[in-house]
């Protein structure tokens, strides 16, 4: 395996944080191979990345893109996650960090705002899609089968109360 050199890190990081809408910051400290290989593995069943550089290397990284106004966010031993989805990462980052205690979590950052921890909680607790999808499916069809009950109800009332209807 290859050794990169300085110039090469800053130049592949400033191509991820170019190519990514997020980037998520997590302080690793304390955290086990064991629990590493798992955090891992879960951001790459997500198809997110998860790079780990000397923050000087990603703050010149961030120097001629769009987050270069969250270099002060670099404290610790970083790791970066880059992602285009932020409920893929809200998710993994609810579990690893706020859950079982792997890893802190810095922030999430975007090209102008940062996110902070209450957001990416609030991120996380809400459904997935296909969730939603089922419960909307079932509010729409409980209120029409509603609907058409109550008109039945009504046909059948102004059936009984016509007096040209024979019981």
């Not at 961030?62 to 270099?71: K, N, P, Q, R």
């Not at 979590?105 to 102008?112: D, M, P, V």
């Not at 069809?141 to 019981?167: F, I, M, Q, Y």
Request: aromatic share 8%; with cysteine; charged share 30%.
């Amino acid at each position: 395996m290859k050794t990169l050199t300085k110039k090469e890190i800053v130049s592949e990081f400033n191509g991820l944080y170019c190519a990514s809408e997020y980037a998520v910051f997590v302080d690793f400290k304390g955290m086990n191979a064991e629990n590493t290989a798992k955090f891992r593995g879960e951001l790459r069943k997500n198809g997110l990345k998860f790079k780990v550089v000397k923050n000087t290397l990603s703050k010149k990284a961030m120097e001629s893109t769009d987050y270069s106004v969250h270099g002060d966010i670099l404290k610790g031993q970083c790791g970066v996650i880059f992602c285009d989805d932020l409920m893929k990462v809200a998710k993994v980052i609810n579990q690893f960090c706020f859950k079982e205690n792997f890893a802190k979590f810095i922030a999430c950052a975007n090209k102008s705002n940062v996110c902070d921890e209450a957001q990416i909680k609030e991120l996380a607790s809400l459904p997935s899609m296909e969730v939603l999808r089922t419960k909307l499916l079932y509010m729409l069809n409980s209120t029409g089968s509603a609907l058409v009950r109550a008109l039945n109800e009504a046909v059948e009332k102004g059936r009984k109360n016509c007096p040209g209807d024979k019981e």
